[in-house]
């Protein structure tokens, strides 16, 4: 499954994207993308009164499928 989260607003403190354990520094309009069913993730607490928004959709894609060359161009 190949998950996509925009971070819309971030919290005051804590929220920040953990992947594989290692903590991702994000600031607000970053679009975080991997593969949720191969890499462990998970969020760190939200703390303080200042919501996390983050839009996250996600879609499965079959195990042989490479992006398309002209995304990296």
């Known amino acids: 499954i190949l998950r996509c989260n925009l971070f819309l607003q971030l919290p005051s403190r804590g929220g920040m994207p953990v992947v594989e354990g290692a903590p991702l520094e994000v600031k607000d309009g970053t679009l975080v993308t991997f ?4 890499l462990r993730h998970w969020s760190q607490p939200v703390e303080g009164r200042k919501r996390r928004i983050v ?9 042989d499928y490479l992006l398309p060359k002209a995304l990296f161009a």
């Open 35 to 38: 593969l949720s069913s191969v």
């Open 55 to 63: 839009l996250s959709f996600g879609y499965t894609v079959p195990g």
